[in-house]
């Protein structure tokens, strides 16, 4: 979002200010009809000649106050059971990708994991995580091409507690969330995870590009409706410029941001800091 800052910054340099305009250049920077209202009315209560800095100032103050100050660890269960992740999103948006570097993310930090290459329909996405899993050397169970993504996640939940894995990470296939048959599928392997441990899984973390603005507040709301969504990814915020989005689905759903992609890199990957994303704004 620093270039989008920015840009307000160097469009009001004076104290005449278009509300129509800035209204509209905090919708385009994904923050939402409704916070960017907000800002709006905010800075006309105010009644006093205003710059760029004393929007950016306001629109940051809202911010911080619909971000979480702390962000939920992924801890591991004490009483040896696996804490099963559900990796969902719609086609091209860095899942099976984020799937991985979340795997080096726990793997890294000491933790046992397991990975299931529950996206059965597309070979290439099967291929992709077999050769991160073996170059991260962590576990990962497929099934058979077009086979039954529900039985994936359900033996590699064997596999899991049979290693005394502290976590197993389900990569879902990619799905419209306009496509019925495709969200029954994702609620089915919800179900038969369910059988395994009922309170499983344990986490739903929707992947969602930031380039791809209001599109993922859309894809957000379809997903929670289907299953509840407990955490985001947001990838590409290196390039987007803006990672608004983050703020309006937080704001709208309650979802908050889990992790961030910020390049290629298995490395480029991190645990959202709402208080870094808030100083970093400019």
Same mark, same amino acid.
């Given at each position: 979002?620093?270039?989008?800052?920015?840009?307000?910054l160097?469009?009001?340099?004076?104290?005449?200010?278009?509300?129509d305009?800035l209204e509209?250049m905090?919708i385009?920077?994904?923050?939402?009809?409704?916070?960017s209202?907000?800002?709006?009315?905010?800075?006309?209560?105010?009644?006093?000649?205003?710059?760029?800095?004393d929007i950016?100032?306001?629109a940051?103050?809202?911010?911080?106050?619909?971000l979480?100050?702390?962000?939920?660890a992924?801890t591991?269960?004490?009483?040896?059971r696996p804490?099963?992740?559900?990796?969902?999103g719609v086609?091209g948006?860095?899942?099976?990708?984020s799937?991985?570097?979340?795997?080096?993310?726990?793997?890294?930090?000491?933790?046992?994991v397991?990975l299931?290459a529950a996206?059965?329909f597309?070979?290439?996405?099967?291929?992709?995580?077999?050769?991160?899993s073996?170059?991260l050397?962590?576990?990962?169970v497929?099934?058979?091409?077009?086979?039954?993504?529900?039985?994936?996640c359900?033996?590699?939940?064997?596999?899991?507690?049979?290693?005394?894995?502290?976590?197993?990470l389900?990569d879902?296939?990619g799905?419209?969330?306009?496509k019925?048959?495709?969200m029954e599928e994702m609620k089915?392997?919800n179900?038969?995870?369910?059988r /395994?441990?009922e309170? &499983?899984p344990?986490?739903? @973390? =929707? *992947?969602?590009?930031?380039?791809?603005?209001?599109?993922?507040l859309q894809?957000?709301?379809?997903?929670?409706?289907a299953?509840?969504?407990t955490g985001?990814?947001?990838? /590409?915020l290196?390039? &987007?410029?803006?990672g608004? @989005? =983050? *703020?309006?689905i937080?704001q709208?759903?309650?979802?908050?941001t889990?992790?961030i992609?910020?390049?290629?890199?298995v490395?480029?990957f991190?645990?959202f800091?709402?208080?870094k994303?808030?100083?970093?704004?400019?």
């Amino acid at each position: 979002m620093a270039g989008f800052f920015k840009s307000i910054l160097q469009r009001f340099t004076k104290p005449d200010i278009d509300w129509d305009e800035l209204e509209a250049m905090l919708i385009s920077g994904d923050l939402g009809p409704k916070l960017s209202l907000q800002i709006v009315t905010d800075l006309q209560l105010q009644q006093r000649k205003l710059h760029g800095a004393d929007i950016v100032q306001v629109a940051r103050d809202h911010v911080r106050k619909i971000l979480p100050e702390t962000n939920a660890a992924l801890t591991p269960f004490q009483d040896g059971r696996p804490k099963v992740l559900l990796i969902i999103g719609v086609n091209g948006v860095g899942k099976t990708t984020s799937t991985a570097k979340l795997a080096h993310l726990l793997h890294h930090s000491g933790h046992k994991v397991v990975l299931a290459a529950a996206d059965t329909f597309r070979a290439a996405a099967v291929e992709q995580l077999q050769v991160w899993s073996q170059r991260l050397n962590i576990p990962m169970v497929k099934g058979p091409p077009n086979g039954d993504p529900a039985s994936v996640c359900f033996e590699a939940y064997d596999l899991a507690c049979k290693t005394g894995a502290q976590f197993l990470l389900c990569d879902t296939a990619g799905r419209l969330h306009t496509k019925h048959n495709l969200m029954e599928e994702m609620k089915k392997i919800n179900r038969i995870l369910g059988r /395994k441990d009922e309170t &499983s899984p344990h986490e739903v @973390i =929707l *992947v969602v590009d930031a380039t791809t603005g209001s599109n993922a507040l859309q894809q957000a709301r379809e997903f929670h409706k289907a299953i509840p969504l407990t955490g985001l990814i947001v990838t /590409k915020l290196d390039g &987007s410029g803006k990672g608004g @989005i =983050l *703020v309006a689905i937080q704001q709208e759903l309650g979802v908050p941001t889990r992790f961030i992609g910020l390049g290629e890199k298995v490395e480029d990957f991190q645990s959202f800091d709402s208080k870094k994303f808030v100083e970093e704004l400019l």
